[in-house]
């Protein structure tokens, strides 16, 4: 293959990252419990009994309590209405023990996500997919950030320092991630290509970019050949399949000619459930009227 390196890419190790910004956050939330007597609490909504939904929702109770911050967990049949869906955000949104409110994605097909996701109070909406969050992180004004593209970005600025000037390529446009990763990326001065199903020539927009990050859903999408030698690349892809775990990057070809790659498992994973925390501290911080732990918003 052309453009390989004489060293492969360095891993970029999230699972590592991550434990170092809850150490941080478990600091942030005992010195406030001390100093002011607040206790951040996450409530986390689970519909149905989708597997992986229930690991990752098992997952951020443990973690959040690991912290020191309240964990409210409501697991709700699969036949839950709109309606009961409903008065619970809005008994959410009213409980003041409450800071963050998330509902597990995706919810079962007969469920209006997007109305669900509008009914949670923006400053407790710590996934950031509320309307007005996404507009104004589209705007550059203060938002609750989703919490993937945050932990990419922290990523990134931590390989890179800066991205100022860089060319990057999102390669999905979910609502989710690809969309608040291109808005990050061009709040940081990169220059922010997004390529989606449609695209023509993904493999020379590919070649062209520093920083690619693939978000499509695709195992292994991502080939080697496609990669400018030395890019980061940064590897959101959770795909399940005969083989196991892998992600939307050919991690085998595509390590031998990039500078930087995260892994699957191990990458961008743990940092989901890292800046969740990292937003329920924020979103505390806020309403409370304390100083914003410094490093956990963009
Ligand atoms: N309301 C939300 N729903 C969903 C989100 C989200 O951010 N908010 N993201 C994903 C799922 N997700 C968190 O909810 C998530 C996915 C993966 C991981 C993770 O740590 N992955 C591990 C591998 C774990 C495994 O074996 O499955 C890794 O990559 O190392 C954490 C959280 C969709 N829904």
Known sequence: MTGELAQPATLIDGKAFAARLRGRIAQEVARIKADHGVTPGLAVVLVGEDPASSVYVRSKGRATVEVGM???????????SQAELLALIARLNADAAVNGILVQLPLPAHLDETAVINAIAPEKDVDGFTVLNAGRLATGQRAMVPCTPLGCLMLLRDRLGSLSGKDALVI???NIVGKPMAQLMLADSATVTVAHSRTTDLPALC?????VVAAVGRPRFVQGDWIKPGAVVIDVGINRTEAGLVGDVDFESVRKVAGAITPVPGGVGPMTIACLLANTLTATARVNGLAEPQGLTP
């Open 172 to 174: 999905g446009r979910s």
């Open 70 to 80: 309240n964990s409210y967990e409501h697991r709700l049949p699969a036949e839950t």
């Open 207 to 211: 070649r062209r970019a520093d920083i």
